[in-house]
């Protein structure tokens, strides 16, 4: 079992940044892909950055690529997730999980159903 708690979030400007953590619990999130994830209000669950557990491999969606950078420190069982030149669009609660199945060395998901265990979620609020 793995428990993550999201931390970092709060009200910024447009053109900010922000850096959100995910502390996770359990000796094996070190073998763990994870990824954040973001709701905006009245709109589904949406991917925005996945890591492989070794770090080797990143992957970002399409609005997230040149602004946002995810990152993880398996030695302190916390990812990353650094957030710049805000916008904003990317008002959400942000969600930080695992993908228990996702073990090889360069293996991250992209699809929220593979991810099998969630943090309670963070709220960012960009104001324009």
């Known amino acids: 079992q793995v428990q993550l708690v999201e931390s970092g979030g709060g009200l910024v400007q447009a053109g900010g940044s922000l850096r959100l953590s995910c502390a996770a619990s359990?000796?094996?999130?070190?073998?763990?892909?994870m990824g954040w994830f973001r709701q905006a209000p009245g709109k589904e669950r949406e991917f925005v950055a996945a890591i492989s557990w070794s770090g080797v491999n990143t992957y970002y969606e399409d609005s997230a690529k040149g602004r946002f950078t995810i990152s993880r420190d398996n030695a302190k069982n916390t990812v990353y997730l650094q957030m710049n030149s805000l916008k904003h669009e990317d008002t959400a609660v942000y969600y930080c999980a695992a993908d228990r199945d996702c073990s090889g060395y360069g293996c991250y998901s992209v699809v929220m159903y593979e991810y099998d265990y969630w943090g309670q979620g963070t709220q960012v609020t960009v104001s324009s």
């Open positions: 359990g000796r094996t999130f070190r073998r763990y892909a």
